[in-house]
Protein backbone atom coordinates (compact mmCIF):
# COMPACT_ATOMS: atom_id res chain seq x y z
CA UNK A 1 0.00 0.00 0.00
CA UNK A 2 2.68 2.43 -0.41
CA UNK A 3 2.04 3.52 -3.92
CA UNK A 4 -1.12 5.62 -2.88
CA UNK A 5 1.68 7.35 -0.01
CA UNK A 6 3.81 8.24 -3.08
CA UNK A 7 0.83 9.64 -5.22
CA UNK A 8 -0.43 11.29 -2.10
CA UNK A 9 3.04 12.95 -1.86
CA UNK A 10 3.26 13.77 -5.72
CA UNK A 11 0.00 15.66 -5.41
CA UNK A 12 2.13 17.74 -2.90
CA UNK A 13 5.11 18.46 -4.91
CA UNK A 14 2.82 19.60 -7.96
CA UNK A 15 0.66 22.28 -5.45
CA UNK A 16 3.96 23.23 -3.99
CA UNK A 17 5.71 23.75 -8.00
CA UNK A 18 2.59 25.54 -8.70
CA UNK A 19 2.95 27.85 -5.59
CA UNK A 20 6.73 28.96 -6.58
CA UNK A 21 5.92 29.13 -9.78
CA UNK A 22 3.01 31.88 -9.19
CA UNK A 23 5.51 33.50 -6.68
CA UNK A 24 7.94 33.96 -9.92
CA UNK A 25 5.00 35.24 -11.64
CA UNK A 26 4.21 37.76 -9.52
CA UNK A 27 7.99 38.92 -9.35
CA UNK A 28 7.60 39.25 -12.70
CA UNK A 29 4.55 40.71 -13.35
CA UNK A 30 3.75 42.54 -10.54
CA UNK A 31 0.53 41.05 -10.35
CA UNK A 32 -1.23 37.73 -8.03
CA UNK A 33 -4.44 35.95 -7.45
CA UNK A 34 -6.35 37.71 -4.16
CA UNK A 35 -3.99 36.42 -1.15
CA UNK A 36 -7.22 34.78 0.27
CA UNK A 37 -7.99 33.12 -2.83
CA UNK A 38 -4.70 31.60 -2.97
CA UNK A 39 -4.79 30.65 0.36
CA UNK A 40 -7.76 28.84 0.95
CA UNK A 41 -7.04 26.84 -2.29
CA UNK A 42 -3.73 25.66 -1.15
CA UNK A 43 -5.21 24.82 2.22
CA UNK A 44 -7.60 22.78 0.19
CA UNK A 45 -4.96 20.94 -1.44
CA UNK A 46 -2.56 20.34 1.82
CA UNK A 47 -5.48 19.30 3.82
CA UNK A 48 -6.81 16.91 1.16
CA UNK A 49 -3.29 15.03 1.05
CA UNK A 50 -2.73 14.96 4.69
CA UNK A 51 -6.06 13.64 5.11
CA UNK A 52 -5.60 10.82 2.29
CA UNK A 53 -1.92 10.12 4.11
CA UNK A 54 -4.22 9.74 7.46
CA UNK A 55 -6.60 6.73 5.76
CA UNK A 56 -3.82 5.14 4.72
CA UNK A 57 -2.37 4.96 7.99
CA UNK A 58 -5.25 4.46 9.59
CA UNK A 59 -6.05 1.83 7.64
CA UNK A 60 -3.08 0.45 8.14
CA UNK A 61 -3.17 0.01 11.68
CA UNK A 62 -6.51 -1.31 11.69
CA UNK A 63 -5.58 -4.40 9.87
CA UNK A 64 -2.39 -4.95 11.52
CA UNK A 65 -3.65 -6.98 14.61
CA UNK A 66 -5.92 -8.27 12.20
CA UNK A 67 -3.06 -9.73 10.00
CA UNK A 68 -1.05 -11.38 12.62
CA UNK A 69 -4.09 -13.07 13.93
CA UNK A 70 -4.50 -14.46 10.58
CA UNK A 71 -0.97 -15.33 10.39
CA UNK A 72 -1.13 -17.37 13.34
CA UNK A 73 -4.33 -19.25 12.56
CA UNK A 74 -3.16 -20.33 9.29
CA UNK A 75 -0.15 -21.24 10.01
CA UNK A 76 -1.05 -24.88 10.46
CA UNK A 77 -3.38 -24.79 7.59
CA UNK A 78 -2.33 -26.03 3.33
CA UNK A 79 -1.16 -23.59 0.93
CA UNK A 80 -4.72 -23.09 -0.33
CA UNK A 81 -6.22 -21.69 2.48
CA UNK A 82 -3.00 -19.53 3.43
CA UNK A 83 -4.14 -17.91 -0.27
CA UNK A 84 -7.64 -17.51 0.69
CA UNK A 85 -6.68 -15.92 3.98
CA UNK A 86 -4.47 -13.84 2.44
CA UNK A 87 -7.11 -12.66 -0.51
CA UNK A 88 -9.23 -12.02 2.56
CA UNK A 89 -6.19 -9.78 4.53
CA UNK A 90 -6.50 -7.55 1.11
CA UNK A 91 -9.96 -7.49 0.66
CA UNK A 92 -10.45 -6.24 3.97
CA UNK A 93 -7.80 -3.81 3.97
CA UNK A 94 -8.89 -2.36 0.82
CA UNK A 95 -12.09 -2.27 1.73
CA UNK A 96 -11.24 -0.27 5.06
CA UNK A 97 -8.91 1.90 3.06
CA UNK A 98 -11.96 3.19 0.95
CA UNK A 99 -14.19 3.39 3.71
CA UNK A 100 -11.63 5.75 5.51
CA UNK A 101 -11.53 7.28 2.36
CA UNK A 102 -14.91 8.11 1.55
CA UNK A 103 -15.30 11.14 3.64
CA UNK A 104 -12.83 13.07 1.94
CA UNK A 105 -14.05 12.12 -1.32
CA UNK A 106 -17.45 13.37 -0.22
CA UNK A 107 -15.86 16.72 0.83
CA UNK A 108 -13.82 16.82 -2.42
CA UNK A 109 -17.26 16.26 -4.36
CA UNK A 110 -19.38 18.48 -2.72
CA UNK A 111 -17.23 21.80 -1.70
CA UNK A 112 -14.11 21.61 -3.08
CA UNK A 113 -14.65 21.09 -6.49
CA UNK A 114 -17.60 22.86 -6.58
CA UNK A 115 -15.37 25.62 -5.53
CA UNK A 116 -12.46 24.70 -7.53
CA UNK A 117 -14.74 25.41 -10.70
CA UNK A 118 -16.12 28.59 -9.14
CA UNK A 119 -12.04 30.17 -9.23
CA UNK A 120 -11.58 28.91 -12.60
CA UNK A 121 -14.29 30.80 -13.97
CA UNK A 122 -13.71 33.74 -11.83
CA UNK A 123 -9.70 33.36 -13.22
CA UNK A 124 -11.51 33.26 -16.84
CA UNK A 125 -13.36 36.43 -16.33
CA UNK A 126 -10.79 38.24 -14.49
CA UNK A 127 -8.10 36.63 -17.00
CA UNK A 128 -5.92 36.58 -13.87
CA UNK A 129 -3.49 33.65 -14.54
CA UNK A 130 -1.97 33.43 -10.86
CA UNK A 131 -5.86 32.46 -9.61
CA UNK A 132 -6.29 30.10 -12.51
CA UNK A 133 -2.87 28.35 -11.91
CA UNK A 134 -4.27 28.39 -7.89
CA UNK A 135 -7.37 26.37 -8.60
CA UNK A 136 -5.46 24.04 -11.07
CA UNK A 137 -3.53 23.01 -8.10
CA UNK A 138 -6.04 22.90 -6.09
CA UNK A 139 -8.08 20.80 -8.77
CA UNK A 140 -4.85 18.31 -9.25
CA UNK A 141 -5.20 17.58 -5.48
CA UNK A 142 -9.02 17.01 -5.92
CA UNK A 143 -8.62 14.82 -8.62
CA UNK A 144 -6.20 12.75 -6.99
CA UNK A 145 -8.02 12.01 -3.99
CA UNK A 146 -11.06 11.34 -6.46
CA UNK A 147 -9.06 8.97 -8.44
CA UNK A 148 -7.53 6.88 -5.53
CA UNK A 149 -10.90 6.45 -3.73
CA UNK A 150 -12.48 5.58 -6.79
CA UNK A 151 -9.42 2.92 -7.74
CA UNK A 152 -9.67 1.29 -3.92
CA UNK A 153 -13.38 0.77 -4.71
CA UNK A 154 -13.08 -0.45 -7.98
CA UNK A 155 -10.79 -3.40 -6.66
CA UNK A 156 -13.13 -3.88 -3.64
CA UNK A 157 -16.01 -4.34 -5.97
CA UNK A 158 -14.31 -6.63 -8.24
CA UNK A 159 -13.09 -8.87 -5.80
CA UNK A 160 -16.52 -8.70 -3.94
CA UNK A 161 -17.88 -9.59 -7.33
CA UNK A 162 -15.60 -12.77 -7.78
CA UNK A 163 -16.13 -14.23 -4.26
CA UNK A 164 -19.88 -13.32 -4.80
CA UNK A 165 -19.69 -15.43 -8.00
CA UNK A 166 -17.91 -17.96 -6.23
CA UNK A 167 -20.68 -17.99 -3.29
CA UNK A 168 -23.26 -18.24 -5.78
CA UNK A 169 -22.17 -21.22 -8.37
CA UNK A 170 -20.92 -23.57 -4.62
CA UNK A 171 -24.93 -22.94 -3.44
CA UNK A 172 -26.65 -23.73 -6.70
CA UNK A 173 -29.73 -22.62 -5.46
CA UNK A 174 -31.59 -21.63 -2.53
CA UNK A 175 -31.59 -18.22 -0.90
CA UNK A 176 -28.10 -18.27 -0.33
CA UNK A 177 -27.75 -18.78 -4.21
CA UNK A 178 -30.21 -15.98 -4.37
CA UNK A 179 -28.48 -13.43 -2.13
CA UNK A 180 -24.58 -14.27 -3.57
CA UNK A 181 -25.78 -13.88 -7.41
CA UNK A 182 -28.02 -10.39 -6.44
CA UNK A 183 -24.74 -9.47 -4.91
CA UNK A 184 -22.20 -11.06 -7.52
CA UNK A 185 -24.13 -8.45 -10.26
CA UNK A 186 -24.31 -5.64 -7.95
CA UNK A 187 -21.07 -5.40 -7.28
CA UNK A 188 -19.87 -6.39 -10.91
CA UNK A 189 -21.77 -2.91 -12.04
CA UNK A 190 -20.12 -1.28 -9.50
CA UNK A 191 -16.67 -2.38 -10.45
CA UNK A 192 -17.33 -1.22 -14.28
CA UNK A 193 -18.54 1.73 -13.34
CA UNK A 194 -15.68 2.41 -11.11
CA UNK A 195 -13.21 1.47 -13.80
CA UNK A 196 -14.88 4.37 -15.85
CA UNK A 197 -15.07 6.70 -13.28
CA UNK A 198 -11.12 6.14 -12.71
CA UNK A 199 -10.57 6.74 -16.32
CA UNK A 200 -12.60 10.04 -15.99
CA UNK A 201 -10.48 11.34 -12.63
CA UNK A 202 -7.49 10.26 -14.71
CA UNK A 203 -8.66 13.06 -17.15
CA UNK A 204 -9.24 15.64 -14.94
CA UNK A 205 -6.04 15.11 -13.17
CA UNK A 206 -4.65 15.73 -16.93
CA UNK A 207 -6.79 19.16 -17.74
CA UNK A 208 -5.41 20.33 -14.40
CA UNK A 209 -1.75 19.41 -14.77
CA UNK A 210 -2.12 21.15 -18.35
CA UNK A 211 -3.42 24.27 -17.31
CA UNK A 212 -0.90 24.75 -14.39
CA UNK A 213 1.95 23.63 -17.03
CA UNK A 214 0.38 26.48 -19.39
CA UNK A 215 0.59 23.50 -22.34
CA UNK A 216 -0.90 23.96 -25.56
CA UNK A 217 -3.40 21.36 -25.81
CA UNK A 218 -4.94 22.53 -22.59
CA UNK A 219 -8.31 23.18 -24.46
CA UNK A 220 -8.02 19.51 -25.81
CA UNK A 221 -7.71 18.03 -22.26
CA UNK A 222 -10.87 20.02 -21.19
CA UNK A 223 -12.70 18.73 -23.42
CA UNK A 224 -11.60 15.06 -22.97
CA UNK A 225 -12.44 15.73 -19.40
CA UNK A 226 -15.55 17.12 -19.73
CA UNK A 227 -16.46 14.13 -22.08
CA UNK A 228 -15.53 11.56 -19.90
CA UNK A 229 -17.00 13.19 -16.62
CA UNK A 230 -20.33 13.18 -18.91
CA UNK A 231 -19.87 9.67 -19.69
CA UNK A 232 -19.72 8.32 -16.29
CA UNK A 233 -22.53 10.52 -14.84
CA UNK A 234 -24.36 9.64 -17.62
CA UNK A 235 -23.54 5.81 -16.50
CA UNK A 236 -24.42 6.50 -13.22
CA UNK A 237 -27.78 8.05 -14.06
CA UNK A 238 -28.84 5.62 -15.94
CA UNK A 239 -27.80 2.78 -13.31
CA UNK A 240 -30.00 4.85 -10.93
CA UNK A 241 -33.18 5.38 -12.73
CA UNK A 242 -33.09 1.40 -13.41
CA UNK A 243 -32.75 0.92 -9.58
CA UNK A 244 -35.90 3.63 -9.31
CA UNK A 245 -37.60 1.62 -11.58
CA UNK A 246 -37.06 -2.27 -9.71
CA UNK A 247 -37.84 -0.20 -6.35
CA UNK A 248 -41.41 1.26 -7.56
CA UNK A 249 -41.89 -2.39 -9.05
CA UNK A 250 -41.02 -3.85 -5.93
CA UNK A 251 -43.28 -1.71 -4.17
CA UNK A 252 -46.48 -2.05 -6.16
CA UNK A 253 -46.36 -6.17 -5.85
CA UNK A 254 -45.92 -5.54 -1.77
CA UNK A 255 -49.01 -2.73 -1.82
CA UNK A 256 -51.34 -5.09 -4.01
CA UNK A 257 -50.61 -7.45 -1.26
CA UNK A 258 -53.70 -5.65 0.25
CA UNK A 259 -54.21 -4.45 3.94
CA UNK A 260 -53.92 -7.91 6.43
CA UNK A 261 -56.83 -6.25 7.99
CA UNK A 262 -59.00 -6.88 5.03
CA UNK A 263 -57.63 -10.07 3.95
CA UNK A 264 -57.77 -11.66 7.27
CA UNK A 265 -60.91 -10.36 7.94
CA UNK A 266 -63.08 -13.67 7.19
CA UNK A 267 -60.33 -15.83 8.67
CA UNK A 268 -60.36 -13.46 11.80
CA UNK A 269 -64.09 -14.31 12.03
CA UNK A 270 -64.25 -17.46 11.65
CA UNK A 271 -61.40 -18.43 14.31
CA UNK A 272 -63.74 -15.67 16.47
CA UNK A 273 -66.52 -17.75 15.75
CA UNK A 274 -64.62 -21.38 16.67
CA UNK A 275 -63.80 -19.38 19.86
CA UNK A 276 -67.25 -18.69 20.98
CA UNK A 277 -68.58 -22.21 20.26
CA UNK A 278 -65.68 -23.74 22.06
CA UNK A 279 -67.18 -21.66 24.86
CA UNK A 280 -70.47 -22.29 24.56
CA UNK A 281 -69.34 -25.98 24.47
CA UNK A 282 -67.35 -25.43 27.84
CA UNK A 283 -70.15 -23.92 29.30
CA UNK A 284 -72.49 -26.73 28.95
CA UNK A 285 -70.11 -29.05 29.81
CA UNK A 286 -69.86 -27.47 33.23
CA UNK A 287 -73.83 -27.19 33.11
CA UNK A 288 -73.97 -31.37 32.68
CA UNK A 289 -71.66 -31.93 35.42
CA UNK A 290 -73.81 -29.45 38.13
CA UNK A 291 -76.26 -31.68 36.42
CA UNK A 292 -75.00 -34.92 37.02
CA UNK A 293 -73.17 -33.92 40.47
CA UNK A 294 -77.13 -33.16 42.30
CA UNK A 295 -78.23 -36.54 41.03
CA UNK A 296 -78.09 -39.43 43.26
CA UNK A 297 -78.47 -43.29 42.76
CA UNK A 298 -76.07 -45.51 41.25
CA UNK A 299 -73.83 -45.09 38.64
CA UNK A 300 -73.48 -40.88 39.94
CA UNK A 301 -69.89 -40.72 40.67
CA UNK A 302 -68.88 -42.78 37.17
CA UNK A 303 -71.55 -39.89 35.85
CA UNK A 304 -69.95 -37.61 37.56
CA UNK A 305 -66.09 -38.81 36.39
CA UNK A 306 -67.62 -38.81 32.33
CA UNK A 307 -68.96 -34.96 32.91
CA UNK A 308 -65.57 -33.95 34.95
CA UNK A 309 -64.10 -35.18 31.85
CA UNK A 310 -65.68 -33.82 29.01
CA UNK A 311 -65.89 -30.40 30.91
CA UNK A 312 -61.77 -30.81 31.02
CA UNK A 313 -61.54 -31.72 27.32
CA UNK A 314 -64.02 -28.76 26.25
CA UNK A 315 -61.91 -26.02 28.41
CA UNK A 316 -59.09 -27.29 27.09
CA UNK A 317 -60.56 -26.83 23.13
CA UNK A 318 -61.83 -23.33 24.71
CA UNK A 319 -58.26 -22.58 25.79
CA UNK A 320 -56.75 -23.62 22.35
CA UNK A 321 -59.31 -21.53 20.42
CA UNK A 322 -58.56 -18.64 22.42
CA UNK A 323 -54.72 -18.73 21.80
CA UNK A 324 -55.07 -19.49 18.57
CA UNK A 325 -57.04 -16.18 17.65
CA UNK A 326 -55.09 -14.38 19.86
CA UNK A 327 -52.08 -15.76 18.04
CA UNK A 328 -53.50 -14.90 14.40
CA UNK A 329 -54.83 -11.07 15.61
CA UNK A 330 -51.12 -11.20 17.00
CA UNK A 331 -49.80 -12.01 13.29
CA UNK A 332 -51.78 -9.92 11.18
CA UNK A 333 -50.54 -7.16 13.40
CA UNK A 334 -46.78 -8.20 12.70
CA UNK A 335 -47.68 -8.97 8.79
CA UNK A 336 -49.10 -4.93 8.39
CA UNK A 337 -45.75 -4.02 9.89
CA UNK A 338 -43.47 -5.66 7.83
CA UNK A 339 -45.24 -4.33 4.82
CA UNK A 340 -45.55 -1.27 5.97
CA UNK A 341 -41.87 -1.34 6.58
CA UNK A 342 -41.14 -3.15 3.60
CA UNK A 343 -43.20 -0.26 1.29
CA UNK A 344 -41.53 2.53 3.22
CA UNK A 345 -38.11 1.20 2.59
CA UNK A 346 -38.81 1.09 -1.32
CA UNK A 347 -40.47 4.49 -1.24
CA UNK A 348 -36.98 5.98 0.84
CA UNK A 349 -34.43 3.91 -1.47
CA UNK A 350 -36.46 5.80 -4.99
CA UNK A 351 -36.42 8.86 -3.12
CA UNK A 352 -32.86 8.82 -2.31
CA UNK A 353 -32.14 7.37 -5.68
CA UNK A 354 -34.16 9.97 -7.89
CA UNK A 355 -32.27 12.77 -6.09
CA UNK A 356 -28.96 11.53 -5.62
CA UNK A 357 -28.60 9.16 -8.94
CA UNK A 358 -30.81 10.24 -11.34
CA UNK A 359 -31.27 14.33 -10.89
CA UNK A 360 -27.72 14.68 -9.43
CA UNK A 361 -25.69 12.24 -11.98
CA UNK A 362 -27.73 13.62 -14.84
CA UNK A 363 -26.78 17.37 -13.95
CA UNK A 364 -23.42 16.62 -13.88
CA UNK A 365 -23.51 14.95 -16.98
CA UNK A 366 -24.73 18.25 -18.38
CA UNK A 367 -21.87 19.99 -16.50
CA UNK A 368 -19.37 17.89 -18.23
CA UNK A 369 -21.17 18.21 -21.64
CA UNK A 370 -20.99 22.49 -21.12
CA UNK A 371 -17.41 21.66 -20.29
CA UNK A 372 -16.37 20.15 -23.16
CA UNK A 373 -18.39 22.58 -25.09
CA UNK A 374 -16.22 25.32 -23.45
CA UNK A 375 -13.72 23.48 -24.08
CA UNK A 376 -13.69 24.52 -27.71
CA UNK A 377 -15.47 27.52 -27.95
CA UNK A 378 -13.65 30.76 -26.67
CA UNK A 379 -17.00 32.37 -26.26
CA UNK A 380 -18.40 29.93 -23.63
CA UNK A 381 -14.86 30.00 -21.69
CA UNK A 382 -16.38 32.60 -19.09
CA UNK A 383 -19.40 31.02 -19.09
CA UNK A 384 -20.89 29.91 -15.43
CA UNK A 385 -23.54 27.39 -16.71
CA UNK A 386 -20.62 24.56 -16.16
CA UNK A 387 -19.93 26.11 -12.92
CA UNK A 388 -23.81 26.53 -11.97
CA UNK A 389 -24.66 22.89 -12.86
CA UNK A 390 -21.64 21.34 -11.33
CA UNK A 391 -22.35 22.86 -7.95
CA UNK A 392 -26.30 21.74 -8.68
CA UNK A 393 -24.97 18.49 -9.04
CA UNK A 394 -22.89 18.21 -6.07
CA UNK A 395 -24.98 19.85 -4.02
CA UNK A 396 -27.75 17.11 -4.89
CA UNK A 397 -25.47 14.35 -4.13
CA UNK A 398 -24.03 15.79 -1.45
CA UNK A 399 -27.24 15.61 0.35
CA UNK A 400 -27.60 12.39 -0.02
CA UNK A 401 -25.12 11.33 1.08
CA UNK A 402 -24.65 13.39 3.87
CA UNK A 403 -28.57 11.64 4.81
CA UNK A 404 -27.64 8.83 4.11
CA UNK A 405 -24.19 9.05 6.90
CA UNK A 406 -26.53 10.97 9.36
CA UNK A 407 -28.96 7.81 9.11
CA UNK A 408 -26.41 4.83 9.53
CA UNK A 409 -24.88 7.01 12.34
CA UNK A 410 -27.73 7.23 13.83
CA UNK A 411 -28.54 3.54 13.95
CA UNK A 412 -24.93 2.33 15.22
CA UNK A 413 -26.24 4.74 18.36
CA UNK A 414 -29.16 3.43 18.98
CA UNK A 415 -27.95 -0.47 18.11
CA UNK A 416 -25.33 0.07 21.56
CA UNK A 417 -27.66 2.53 23.25
CA UNK A 418 -31.01 0.82 23.10
CA UNK A 419 -30.06 -3.09 22.33
CA UNK A 420 -33.04 -4.08 23.84
CA UNK A 421 -35.36 -2.04 20.92
CA UNK A 422 -34.55 -4.61 17.68
CA UNK A 423 -33.37 -7.70 20.03
CA UNK A 424 -33.99 -11.32 18.78
CA UNK A 425 -37.35 -12.98 20.58
CA UNK A 426 -36.63 -14.86 23.70
CA UNK A 427 -32.79 -14.03 23.92
CA UNK A 428 -31.81 -11.27 26.15
CA UNK A 429 -30.26 -7.93 24.78
CA UNK A 430 -26.65 -7.13 25.65
CA UNK A 431 -25.94 -4.34 27.90
CA UNK A 432 -26.41 -1.32 27.26
CA UNK A 433 -23.36 1.02 26.45
CA UNK A 434 -23.09 4.56 27.75
CA UNK A 435 -23.96 7.61 25.43
CA UNK A 436 -19.95 8.43 25.61
CA UNK A 437 -19.67 4.92 24.34
CA UNK A 438 -22.50 5.11 21.73
CA UNK A 439 -21.52 8.30 20.23
CA UNK A 440 -17.94 6.73 19.61
CA UNK A 441 -19.79 3.80 18.05
CA UNK A 442 -21.55 6.07 16.03
CA UNK A 443 -18.81 7.51 14.86
CA UNK A 444 -17.01 4.43 13.53
CA UNK A 445 -18.51 4.86 9.77
CA UNK A 446 -16.91 1.49 8.36
CA UNK A 447 -18.84 -0.58 10.50
CA UNK A 448 -22.57 -1.57 8.96
CA UNK A 449 -25.70 -2.03 11.34
CA UNK A 450 -25.90 -5.33 12.69
CA UNK A 451 -28.80 -4.85 14.93
CA UNK A 452 -31.00 -2.94 13.62
CA UNK A 453 -34.80 -2.39 12.73
CA UNK A 454 -34.08 -4.23 9.06
CA UNK A 455 -32.68 -7.52 10.62
CA UNK A 456 -35.43 -7.44 13.22
CA UNK A 457 -38.39 -7.06 10.31
CA UNK A 458 -36.34 -9.81 7.99
CA UNK A 459 -36.73 -12.11 11.46
CA UNK A 460 -40.62 -11.61 11.16
CA UNK A 461 -40.64 -12.27 7.62
CA UNK A 462 -39.36 -15.43 8.29
CA UNK A 463 -41.13 -16.02 11.37
CA UNK A 464 -44.35 -15.80 9.31
CA UNK A 465 -43.52 -17.89 6.32
CA UNK A 466 -41.65 -20.32 7.38
CA UNK A 467 -42.74 -23.63 8.22
CA UNK A 468 -44.07 -26.01 11.66
CA UNK A 469 -40.39 -27.34 12.28
CA UNK A 470 -38.79 -23.15 12.47
CA UNK A 471 -38.82 -22.41 16.67
CA UNK A 472 -41.80 -20.07 17.40
CA UNK A 473 -43.62 -20.62 14.16
CA UNK A 474 -45.81 -23.42 14.76
CA UNK A 475 -48.65 -21.92 15.71
CA UNK A 476 -48.99 -19.58 12.60
CA UNK A 477 -52.12 -20.44 11.04
CA UNK A 478 -52.11 -21.71 7.27
CA UNK A 479 -53.70 -18.53 6.04
CA UNK A 480 -51.20 -16.25 8.11
CA UNK A 481 -48.34 -18.77 6.63
CA UNK A 482 -49.32 -18.20 3.03
CA UNK A 483 -49.62 -14.24 2.87
CA UNK A 484 -46.15 -14.63 4.27
CA UNK A 485 -44.68 -16.71 1.26
CA UNK A 486 -46.97 -13.90 -1.14
CA UNK A 487 -45.00 -11.15 0.59
CA UNK A 488 -41.23 -13.25 0.40
CA UNK A 489 -42.39 -13.28 -3.62
CA UNK A 490 -43.47 -9.94 -3.89
CA UNK A 491 -39.94 -8.91 -2.47
CA UNK A 492 -38.15 -11.33 -5.02
CA UNK A 493 -37.54 -14.41 -2.98
CA UNK A 494 -39.92 -16.47 -4.88
CA UNK A 495 -38.84 -20.36 -5.85
CA UNK A 496 -38.61 -18.90 -9.57
CA UNK A 497 -35.48 -16.11 -8.26
CA UNK A 498 -33.81 -19.21 -5.88
CA UNK A 499 -34.07 -21.73 -8.87
CA UNK A 500 -36.40 -24.07 -7.20
CA UNK A 501 -39.73 -25.18 -7.28
CA UNK A 502 -42.83 -24.52 -5.54
CA UNK A 503 -42.38 -28.00 -3.13
CA UNK A 504 -38.20 -27.53 -2.69
CA UNK A 505 -39.17 -23.82 -1.63
CA UNK A 506 -41.22 -24.31 0.93
CA UNK A 507 -39.33 -27.28 2.42
CA UNK A 508 -35.94 -25.14 2.21
CA UNK A 509 -38.53 -22.46 4.77
CA UNK A 510 -39.08 -25.09 6.65
CA UNK A 511 -35.44 -26.19 7.07
CA UNK A 512 -33.79 -24.86 10.36
CA UNK A 513 -30.60 -25.03 9.07
CA UNK A 514 -31.54 -22.77 6.43
CA UNK A 515 -33.08 -20.21 8.73
CA UNK A 516 -29.60 -17.87 8.83
CA UNK A 517 -29.36 -17.98 4.89
CA UNK A 518 -33.21 -16.90 4.87
CA UNK A 519 -32.91 -13.92 7.23
CA UNK A 520 -29.48 -12.38 5.33
CA UNK A 521 -31.67 -13.05 1.73
CA UNK A 522 -34.87 -11.04 3.51
CA UNK A 523 -32.70 -8.34 4.81
CA UNK A 524 -30.83 -7.75 1.15
CA UNK A 525 -34.00 -7.35 -0.77
CA UNK A 526 -36.04 -5.06 1.67
CA UNK A 527 -32.59 -2.87 1.05
CA UNK A 528 -32.41 -3.34 -2.10
CA UNK A 529 -34.87 -2.54 -5.25
Not at 78 to 103: Q, T, V
Request: aromatic share 4%; charged share 25%; net charge positive.
Amino acid sequence: MSSPVRRSESRQSVATVAAGRRREGSRGRGTSASSVEASFLEMQSRAGNRATTAAVQRARGADKGKGKAAEGAEGGGDGGKKRKNYRDRIASLLDRFKKNLEPIDTWIKGVQTPTNAGFTQQAAVAANEGLKHSAAASGTSAASGNLLTEAAGTVVSGMDAFKSMKDAKKSGNGAEHHTANKRAKTKGTDAVVGAAGSGAYSAAIAKEVTKIQKAADAAVASEASGVASAAVAGMKSVRSVFRVGGAARKYKRVKELGDPQLVHAASLARLNESREHADWAAAEAYVALDAYWKQEGEGRLELIGEAVDAAWEAMGEARDAAETLQRAEKDVEKLSTVQGYAKKKQLTKIGKETVGGALGESTKAAAGVVTAVAAGTAGLATNPVGWGLAGAGAGLVLGVTLYKALRAATKRYEEVRHPEVWAKEGESPSEAASRKESLQHALKFWKKVSKGERAAMAREIYALAAGPDIAGSGGTTEEMRQSGMSLLIALKSGPADHRLDQEAWVASLNDPSKTDGWIKEIAEQLASG
